[in-house]
């Protein structure tokens, strides 16, 4: 049967990096599992404590391997940041992460469900650990988990840990900041309070919640499909990538876009450390770059595409030429912008509610009076006007009379 490679399909290239910083332990853990029918599927996953590491020039240590395929189908991410001093943050964001994975593959159904089904899972497994050695008490870690197939992109989120698109020069945050850092910047943003107490405000890195056994007190679920498209780099981060500003992030992965997922996640990783920050946090990278894969279709069997569409579009739901996207599901969140030539690189914040406004802002002011008048209203003024001119020119006639009559009797 003859065929001829004439359908596109989305191809997901990934890899991911750890760093060190400049702290006593690593607390980040990251794990990628592959939902492939392959012999490449859910090959074992690399501990970001058990990679080779190198000391830098100024002390810090910096992974130098990490997981690095092809995936032909669908992919899950799975990033923990672990908190709770000493050994603890070290064994929440392990148990979190490799929790998330084992219940997530061990579930049937549909994708979304899955997701949240397994963040009550690994939930429950901090639960456990801590009944079992009370100890470990206060420990907790953030998670971000972000599943990428043939029909988009899903999250699952909790705590700071970032969550990253990059299309067409610019980059968004698409997940929910659960960190009080955020509350201060929307403060910020309505002119609440000045952007230099939102940035020194000690209380910034505050988590509002997180993963720590108990009942979660927010979390941020993206469970319907986030259309992604060839040319998007999807980034997935623990907090320490956020030396960067939104900017230098934009540019970098803008520098490196037609570069592998191991070399951009390396250039973000240098650049991190460039910074030199005194206490420099964990810092844990995974990009995932979105391109085309063409396969082979039969021929009898293709899809007609209406005139002027191309061909692959029909399916895709997108025009490949870049001129427009079409959302077969729209996010409640943020929508990515319209596709375009990319000019220079920015970064955009991701949607977020707005902050509380001032009381000010509720204060309601009574009802306007009106500047016209009413026909009844006019003709009384007239009538009074008249009367008033009247009393005036009988108020001369008079003043007049008195003054020149002793003239006239004299």
């Known amino acids: 049967m003859p065929v001829t490679p004439s359908e596109t399909s989305l191809e997901i290239a990934y890899a991911w990096r750890a760093s060190q910083g400049r702290r006593a332990r690593q607390e980040d853990h990251c794990a990628i599992w592959r939902d492939d029918e392959n012999e490449a599927s859910n090959a074992p996953t690399v501990d970001p404590r058990q990679v080779s590491l190198q000391a830098s020039e100024d002390g810090s240590r910096l992974a130098v391997e990490g997981n690095n395929y092809q995936a032909a189908s669908s992919t899950l991410v799975v990033l923990a940041d672990g908190m709770g001093g000493h050994t603890s943050g070290q064994i ?13 593959a061990t579930l049937e159904g549909d994708v979304g469900p899955r997701m949240a089904r397994a963040l009550a899972d690994a939930n429950a497994s901090l639960t456990e650990l801590i009944a079992a050695d009370p100890m470990l008490a206060g420990m907790g ?42 509350i201060l910047d929307q403060q910020a943003a309505a002119g609440i309070i000045s952007e230099e107490i939102a940035r020194t405000d000690t209380r910034r890195r505050a988590l509002h919640s997180a993963i720590t056994g108990d009942p979660i007190p927010l979390q941020d679920l993206e469970l319907q499909g986030f259309e992604l498209m060839a040319g998007d780099w999807v980034v997935i981060a623990s907090d320490g990538l956020l030396t960067l500003d939104g900017d230098e992030i934009a540019t970098l ?36 770059r979105i391109t085309n ?33 079409t959302h077969a599901v729209k996010s409640p969140r943020s929508e990515p912008p319209r596709s375009q030539p990319p000019s220079q690189p920015r970064s955009q914040p991701r949607s977020e509610p707005q902050a509380r406004p001032s009381r000010a802002d509720h204060q309601t002011s009574g009802p306007a009076t009106s500047a016209t008048t009413s026909p009844t209203e006019d003709n009384d003024r007239s009538t009074l006007g008249i009367v008033l001119g009247l009393l005036v020119v009988a108020a001369i006639a008079v003043i007049g009379w008195l003054f020149l009559a002793p003239l006239v009797t004299g």
């Not at 953030?142 to 299309?167: E, I, K, Q």
């Not at 069997?301 to 191309?310: H, K, S």
């Open 253 to 288: 992965i803008h520098d490196h876009a037609t570069s592998t997922p191991p070399e951009l996640v390396s250039a973000l990783l240098a650049a991190v450390e460039a910074k030199r920050e005194p206490n420099q946090d964990n810092s844990t990278i995974a990009a995932l």
């Open 141 to 182: 870690s953030t998670l971000v988990a972000a599943h990428v197939g043939s029909d988009g992109l899903r999250w699952v989120s909790v705590g700071d840990s970032t969550l990253l698109l990059y299309r067409d020069g610019v980059l968004q945050r698409l997940n929910a900041d659960h960190s009080h850092g955020a």
């Open 293 to 325: 894969r063409a396969r082979d279709v039969d021929t009898t069997e293709a899809p007609t595409a209406r005139p002027g569409e191309p061909l692959a579009a029909a399916a895709a739901g997108v025009d490949l030429d870049g001129r427009t996207i």
């Open 92 to 104: 929440a964001s392990r148990a979190v992460c490799d929790g998330y994975i084992r219940a997530f």
